[in-house]
């Protein structure tokens, strides 16, 4: 390939930086480009006159380049310069296009939230120290419980047995609690058989940890931690509030050595991939999610979007592509462990299928339960939620290693404490048995989890695991999940089933009523998919409202087991419906697969805001069939959602009769410490069942009820079809046939004139942008689809659809699309960022 000697002498003097990864976001713009396998990455550089920084982290064929803000859109124009010789065939210099699959200008984006509650202080300084302690003055001595003599004895005999030292170890009731019984992780029993964590490596995302703590040395794992905020080996804590990572770190692997407490897996290593203290882009966080993917098995990201009840963001393509990377190719293709914190947003009226980081099929998410084993007022609901753990509430917090070195704190929570303590225990898990993969694990956590609060509001699910949307499948028992890892049958590889997009387009009706739409998945379908048992369930829906907070949305298996995958959230405002969000559920792991899927979407809010149900697709995952023909669930790309699957033209369409009104949600008040909240008594769950849904005869509506102030989600029932209803029925399913016929044709030409002028807005817009610098200051935060797709785009052009390629025919465009390995079109912000909608 020629390259202009000019260019090739810029590129040259652009390799002068040493460190591992220097990034300076506020001098420099970044690109990841993904490159045909061939194409040396220095000769693109020299070619678009930019600097080559090198891999992106692990991605196969991804690399990293730069220019100095100050050289303007040399690249872009040089860019410009080569479409338009290629459009004059002068190919020899404009062949470096082709070898571009994919590029995207990083943006730096909105700074994730450590998930710890604010307010955070609790009644009293501490538990109560153990037996002898009296009441703190002015606390009621009610609230300080007895701690029980013969636990108090026998947590000192298990101290003795195993040499633990540590001054707070007795205050550590998430490790051992002497006064609510049984409110702990149980885990002295798995340290008594010598499984403490040995051969496992954790790693914080977060904003540093303390190698230099006495409690954290002698686990530090270097060699797979980085400070991806400063550019330096070391992720110490730099900034006054980076403390969040250090006591996170201490709860996972603090040592057993006479300073403060020890960690869950106090023989684990632990790393740190400093994340959270400075702006960064996806291209960094990509790169920290893959970082030392081989040894760090799990990691623990106490953080995530705003938890204020309006936010709905995903991570972004890379981070996406780096997620799934690190399962299939991570830890010897045994795939990383990701841990999420919930999210502390129920008392805003959050939850956490809002969230793509939580609700990932990739990621593991843990919610937080008080000392009594309460609900607390923060940790967020969804049915992607899949075990939860102790955390602060009830007057207490988790007691763990703070900055410094010999610091401890007594005040650590939210979901934020609650997460690592989930990582500690897949630490002794993976210690036990290391061959576990992040399937498996997850896999355990469905059998394994401990009921708690019976009389809230739990389902039985297919396979008879009780799942409620407060506590997934219940708490977490270090026990119970290490034997079951240590016998547990390995599953076999995952299989996926995708439905093709089921366009519905119909208004949805305000108040009780709820629009449903139907899919069957068949025997036959599954078979071909190789699918054999399911474990997550996706959906993936557009919906146009001019108020989001108004929808929910419940997805019904054909066993009857109902997902709310979205509730109503009395502050979102945001004029946005859906767009492109998947939601997900861990509810129906076990099931078949086999029969009606059906989601109802509901607008409970009898205002002026309205909207229209647009489209969904079902997705199943699971446990394949035959492992010999299985292979591995593609990169994702920008064009994962786009319409061009196969369009179903039947979807039905049918009125949900209201059930007991469902009024107006009154959001749990946010306390000032961590009182206890009172929790209601839930009425019992009628037993659903597959013939009461499809024979439409009365179905009892299980939702999420959250507490006495939340009664939102009352149950209501399938119509239960009357004499004179099912007359309507007949005239209105009659109708709808033919409604549906002559939509099917609209749709197929719908889709086709959206296609054409997609293409045409796109090179509109990338003439018209004319100052990148403005997006890149706008930080990402809004965005909605146009802006979404505005910003980064220009360099997307890269991979642009240039008008050479527009004379391709609609079905050439059609392959080509959607493959990450032909020419992609340029679009930056399509898929999940552009559901970063904007926010009022
Ligand atoms: C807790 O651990 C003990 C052993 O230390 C075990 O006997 C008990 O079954 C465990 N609890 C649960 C719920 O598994
Ligand atoms: C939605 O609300 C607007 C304003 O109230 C109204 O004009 C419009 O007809 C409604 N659309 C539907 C489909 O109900
Ligand atoms: C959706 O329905 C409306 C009428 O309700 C119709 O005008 C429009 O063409 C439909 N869109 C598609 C994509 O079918």
Not at 95 to 117: A, H
């Amino acid at each position: 390939m020629r390259v202009p000697k000019v260019l090739g002498l810029l590129a040259l003097a652009c390799f002068s930086a040493g460190s591992l990864h220097p990034r300076n976001h506020e001098t420099h713009d970044y690109y990841a480009i993904h490159l045909k396998p061939d194409i040396p990455p220095q000769e693109v550089a020299s070619a678009l006159g930019l600097c080559y920084e090198g891999k992106l982290g692990e991605l196969p064929d991804h690399h990293t380049f730069s220019t100095p803000r100050t050289q303007g859109h040399r690249a872009e124009d040089k860019l410009q310069d080569l479409r338009r010789r290629r459009l004059k065939r002068d190919i020899s210099e404009a062949s470096i296009l082709d070898g571009i699959l994919w590029s995207q200008k990083q943006k730096t984006k909105p700074r994730m939230e450590k998930r710890s509650v604010l307010p955070p202080p609790p009644i009293r300084q501490g538990p109560p120290a153990d037996d002898k302690a009296a009441p703190a003055p002015g606390v009621p001595v009610v609230t300080v419980p007895v701690a029980d003599a013969d636990a108090v004895a026998e947590r000192a005999n298990v101290a003795r047995e195993l040499s633990i030292e540590d001054p707070i170890f007795n205050e550590q009731w998430h490790l051992f609690n002497t006064m609510q019984l049984g409110h702990d992780i149980n885990v002295t029993g798995v340290w008594q058989q010598g499984i403490t964590g040995e051969g496992a490596t954790a790693v914080m995302v977060d904003d540093g940890i303390d190698m230099y703590s006495e409690d954290l040395k002698d686990n530090y794992f270097a060699k797979g931690s980085y400070d991806f905020n400063d550019n330096n080996p070391e992720p110490k804590p730099r900034l006054a509030d980076d403390r969040h990572g250090t006591r996170c770190a201490g709860e996972i692997a603090a040592v057993k050595n006479g300073v403060c407490g020890v960690g869950v897996a106090y023989n684990a290593r632990i790393g740190g991939l400093r994340i959270l203290s400075k702006i960064i882009t996806d291209e960094d966080e990509a790169h920290a999610m893959n970082y030392a993917f081989q040894d760090n098995q799990i990691y623990s990201c106490s953080w995530g979007p705003p938890d204020d009840g309006r936010s709905m963001d995903a991570p972004g393509l890379l981070i996406r592509k780096a997620m799934v990377n690190a399962v299939q190719n991570g830890r010897q293709g045994k795939g990383n462990i990701y841990v999420f914190a919930a999210g502390n947003g129920r008392g805003s009226g959050d939850n956490c299928n809002f969230d793509g980081y939580t609700n990932s099929i990739y990621t593991i998410t843990v919610g937080g339960i008080d000392r009594k084993g309460k609900q607390t007022y923060y940790s967020e609901h969804c049915s992607a939620q899949l075990v939860v753990t102790y955390s602060s509430g009830s007057g207490d917090a988790i007691h763990t290693t703070d900055v410094g070195v010999n610091q401890c704190y007594s005040n650590h929570g939210g979901t934020s404490a609650a997460a690592p303590l989930g990582a500690g225990i897949f630490a002794l898990a993976l210690s036990a048995r290391p061959e576990l993969t992040w399937r498996d694990l997850q896999h355990i956590l469905v059998l394994t989890g401990v009921p708690i609060n019976e009389d809230e509001d739990w389902d039985t699910t297919y396979i008879g695991r009780k799942f409620s949307h407060a506590y997934g499948y219940g708490k977490l028992d270090a026990y119970a999940v290490v034997e079951m890892a240590k016998s547990i049958d390995l599953l076999k590889p995952q299989a996926w089933y995708k439905s093709p997009w089921l366009h519905v387009n119909h208004t949805i009706p305000q108040g009780t009523d709820g629009l449903l739409s139907t899919f069957e998945v068949t025997e036959d379908q599954l078979k071909t998919a190789n699918l054999e048992s399911v474990e997550h369930v996706t959906v993936t829906m557009n919906i146009q409202h001019t108020r989001r907070g108004d929808l929910s949305v419940e997805l019904r298996s054909p066993t009857g087991v109902v997902s709310h995958l979205s509730v109503t959230r009395k502050l979102d405002d945001a004029n946005a419906g859906y767009v492109d969000w998947t939601f997900m559920s861990v509810a129906h792991w076990g099931e078949s697969g086999i029969g009606k899927w059906s989601v109802v979407v509901k607008d409970t809010n009898v205002n002026e805001h309205n909207g229209t149900f647009t489209d969904w697709r079902l997705t199943l995952w699971g446990e394949c069939t035959d492992p010999t023909d299985q292979p591995l669930f593609p990169m994702p790309t920008e064009h994962d959602d786009d319409d061009h699957t196969v369009i179903s033209a039947s979807p039905t369409l049918v009125s949900v009769k209201p059930g007991p009104a469902e009024t107006a949600t009154e959001l749990p008040a946010l306390p000032t410490d961590h009182q206890d909240r009172p929790i209601k008594p839930k009425p019992t769950t009628p037993q659903q069942t597959a013939t009461a849904a499809t024979s439409g005869s009365a179905l009892p509506d299980s939702p999420p009820e959250e507490d006495e102030t939340d009664t939102h989600f009352l149950p209501h029932y399938f119509p239960t079809f009357g004499v004179s209803k099912r007359t309507q029925i007949w005239i209105y399913g009659a109708l709808a046939i033919i409604v549906l016929f002559c939509t099917g044709l609209g749709v197929y030409f719908y889709i086709q004139r959206r296609k054409r002028r997609r293409s045409e807005r796109e090179d509109y817009e990338f003439e018209m942008i004319e100052d990148e610098d403005a997006m890149l200051s706008g930080n990402g935060a809004a965005s909605g689809r146009k802006k979404g797709r505005r910003a980064g785009e220009l360099y997307d052009a890269f991979a642009g659809e240039s008008d050479e390629e527009q004379l391709l025919s609609e079905s050439e465009k059609n392959e080509e699309e959607y493959r990450d390995d032909g020419p992609a079109v340029g679009e930056a912000g399509r898929g999940r960022s552009q559901s970063r909608e904007v926010e009022k």
